[in-house]
Nanobody, 116 residues
Framework: QVQLVESGGGLVQPGGSLRLSCAAS????????MRWYRQAPGKERELVAG????????NYAGSVKGRFTISKDNGKSTAYLQLNSLKPEDTAVYSC?????????WGQGTQVTVSS
């Protein structure tokens, strides 16, 4: 059974940090590229960051470049998204996504709220 389970979301003040985790099971994690998406209320889902299957290539949305860092630990079958210098406009549900170019899997999402 394939599962992607996010954790690490919560309420944080502007300027604060969070580390999101996406624990994978049921598929060969090391052969999958990973992405983090977010969706704020009333807005379309946005690609935040992506990382290649072996972790050598990363890409970021312009709005988070320099503040967020994506990584993956193939030994632990877990992807991460480090969120620094958070802003109120980063408030959204963050979801992880896995793909090998053919198959795709989604996590259920974790809420990040940035507010004072």
């Amino acid at each position: 059974q394939v599962q992607l389970v996010e954790s690490g979301g919560g309420l944080v003040q502007p300027g604060g940090s969070l580390r999101l985790s996406c624990a994978a099971s049921g598929f060969t994690f090391s052969t999958y590229a990973m992405r983090w998406y977010r969706q704020a209320p009333g807005k379309e889902r946005e690609l935040v960051a992506g990382i290649s299957s072996v972790g050598g290539v990363t890409n970021y949305a312009g709005s988070v470049k320099g503040r967020f860092t994506i990584s993956k630990d193939n030994g632990k079958s877990t992807a991460y998204l480090q969120l620094n210098s958070l802003k109120p406009e980063d408030t959204a549900v963050y979801s992880c996504f896995a793909t090998d170019g053919v198959r795709t899997y989604w996590g259920q999402g974790t809420q990040v709220t940035v507010s004072s």
